[in-house]
């Protein structure tokens, strides 16, 4: 499987995030901001059947996309081998499947995306968006310590 998983770990909080989530000692606080992140990079997973988009798992460590070609969407490349199927009969684009069970590697032919999003899609959310998600994860973790008393 070729699933995209992301481990989210204390780099990617300020410190006061880091001193709420550690006041929350809580898998449901990771887990609720890792869904934030995955929220918010939403806008900036390709999309051409939605699948991909769709197909996110967040947990408290890491977030995750499940599908068999999320890997290579997140880096960007076209990997090998693979061989041609034939074409969309919707769009008469070619389409290729790689062998199961043969080691793939990557290329340097980038990948072209849809409308919407592209390769590394955290890391271009956090860029553009680093802030906003600052705010919305400390409001949240907050949110969660007036919620819970502390």
Known sequence: MAWMRIRIDDSYFTQLELE???????????RGVNKIIADMCYPY?????????????VGPKEIQWRTEYARYQYYGFVYRPNFFIGYNP?????????????????????????????????????????????????????????????
């Open 20 to 30: 709420l989530l550690s006041t929350l000692n809580s898998d449901r606080a990771r």
């Open 45 to 57: 997973v390709p999309v051409k059947t939605g699948n991909l988009r769709d197909s996110v798992a």
């Open 90 to 150: 919707d769009t008469g684009e070619a389409m290729f499947r790689s062998p199961k069970g043969k080691l793939k590697y990557p290329t340097s032919i980038p990948l072209t995306y849809h409308k919407g999003g592209g390769a590394f899609w955290l890391e271009t959310m956090l860029a553009q968006k680093s802030a906003e998600m600052d705010k919305r994860i400390t409001d949240y973790l907050v949110d969660e310590c007036k919620r819970r008393g502390l």
